[in-house]
Each structure stands twice: as C-alpha cells, then as structure tokens.
C-alpha cells in the first residue's frame, strides 16, 4: 500500500506558512508525506500588469527560480526538518490552480493543503482565488486553512 500523499500549495505568504503547518502536523499524527509545491505565474499569461493584481515582469527565470527556492522552499523545510515527516518540495511554472490540480492527479495525493488567501487580497477579489477555483475541481479533500 503507498504512503498517504499530502500537497501543500505554498506562495510565500503567511496563509501557505500555515497550510504548510496544518498538512506537516496531520501528516505526523497518519505517517503521510508531503510536497511543498511552489508555482511561479508565467508574466507572458498575466491578464494585467497592475501592481497588486499580478506580479511583476520576471526577466531572469533562472534567477527567480533561484530566489524562490533559497527564500521560500527551503526555509519551509529546515523549519519542519525535525517533525519526522518526509517533506518534498517543486517549484513549477503555470497558472496555480492548474499546476495544482494537475500534480494532485498526477501524484495521486490523499489530500490539499492551500491558504485560505494567497499573497494579495486586491488579486483574489479580482481574478478568483486559487483556493476558490480548487474548491470547484480538485476531486480530493481540499484543506483550506485560514
């Protein structure tokens, strides 16, 4: 029998802080593993360029990647390094909701851990939350931590 999967959508924000502490804590208590999962929004599909609502034109990918990895990825694991838990982390590039969608298929995860918000409220009123979009196609038991 394979190990119970729990993703975590992560984004650097103190709601995917949390959902990445609610999915570590379950994940203790059911012997689950994890998967941080960052997705990094392609400029080119941005809707607007408004400050706020998207993020900024990303010129060196690798560089962002990079940043990413160093400041939110890897913190997140040497913080719950010692909860005995196996914590694996990707950072993928897409629309959030589809990337997550799409690695929750493929990896066949047990369940979905997202912040109830993500780093902008002005963003989610305006273009739906990633939270909100999962909650309508997910097709597995979605977490949202507040």
Same mark, same amino acid.
Request: proline content about 7%; glycine content about 6%.
């Given at each position: 029998?394979?190990?119970?999967?729990? &993703?975590?959508?992560? $984004?650097?924000?103190?709601?995917? @802080?949390?959902? +990445?502490?609610? %999915? #570590?804590?379950?994940?203790? *208590?059911?012997?689950?593993?994890?998967?941080?999962?960052?997705?990094?929004?392609?400029?080119?599909? *941005?809707?607007?360029?408004?400050?706020?609502? %998207?993020?900024?034109?990303? !010129? $060196?990918? @690798?560089?962002?990647?990079? *940043?990413? +990895?160093?400041? #939110? &990825?890897?913190? &997140?694991?040497?913080?719950?390094? =010692?909860? @005995?838990?196996?914590? +694996?982390?990707?950072?993928?590039w897409g629309d959030p909701a589809l990337v997550l969608h799409d690695c929750a298929k493929e990896e066949r995860a047990n369940m979905l851990f997202v912040g109830r918000?993500?780093?902008?409220?002005?963003? @989610? &009123?305006? !273009? =739906?939350?990633?939270?909100?979009?999962?909650?309508?196609?997910?097709?597995?038991?979605?977490?949202? #931590?507040?």
């Open positions: 029998m394979n190990k119970c999967l729990y &993703l975590v959508g992560v $984004d650097g924000s103190e709601w995917g @802080d949390r959902a +990445t502490e609610r %999915a #570590v804590h379950l994940a203790k *208590q059911t012997g689950a593993q994890v998967k941080l999962v960052y997705v990094l929004s392609w400029p080119a599909v *941005q809707p607007m360029m408004v400050e706020e609502v %998207a993020p900024p034109i990303i !010129l $060196d990918q @690798d560089e962002e990647e990079k *940043q990413v +990895t160093k400041n #939110v &990825l890897e913190p &997140l694991k040497r913080k719950y390094s =010692g909860a @005995d838990v196996p914590i +694996t982390t990707e950072l993928v918000r993500g780093r902008s409220r002005f963003a @989610d &009123l305006i !273009l =739906g939350s990633v939270a909100n979009k999962l909650a309508h196609c997910i097709g597995i038991p979605l977490v949202l #931590v507040p």
